[in-house]
Nanobody
Framework: EVQLVESGGGLVQVGGSLRLSCAAS????????TGWFRQAPGKEREGVSC????????YYADSVKGRFTISRDDAKNTVYLQMNSLKPEDTAVYYC??????????????????????????WGQGTQVTVSS
């Protein structure tokens, strides 16, 4: 079991940048692929990025490709999401979650990423990102 805590959200202007962190506790964290998700008011939670626990391969939703970069530092039990060129439509609560199964690569679609996310215990509490125009 892992416990995840997100940080780094905030208010930023259009075109600005933020780096989100997902800090994990639990000795098996490095075995899990990790996903970043977001949920805007009135919308479903969507998967935006993922990094595998094996070969470092990644997935990005089309809406963030080229602007967001995911990385992980297993020595620090932390996964990062660098967000550049932010747009108002990036405004949402951002969550990280452990992805199942362990020791696997990331899926290739947002829907598949959502389906492979763990139960509630494997999610962080979320961090708000607001992009003002």
């Amino acid at each position: 079991e892992v416990q995840l805590v997100e940080s780094g959200g905030g208010l930023v202007q259009v075109g600005g940048s933020l780096r989100l962190s997902c800090a994990a506790s639990g000795s098996t964290f490095d075995a899990y692929p990790t996903g970043w998700f977001r949920q805007a008011p009135g919308k479903e939670r969507e998967g935006v990025s993922c990094i595998s626990s094996t070969d470092g391969s990644t997935y990005y939703a089309d809406s963030v490709k080229g602007r967001f970069t995911i990385s992980r530092d297993d020595a620090k039990n932390t996964v990062y999401l660098q967000m550049n060129s932010l747009k108002p439509e990036d405004t949402a609560v951002y969550y990280c979650a452990a992805i199942f199964p362990t020791l696997s690569s990331c899926p290739s679609s947002s829907a598949a990423l959502r389906s492979r996310a763990g139960e509630d215990d494997y999610w962080g509490q979320g961090t708000q990102v607001t992009v003002s125009s």
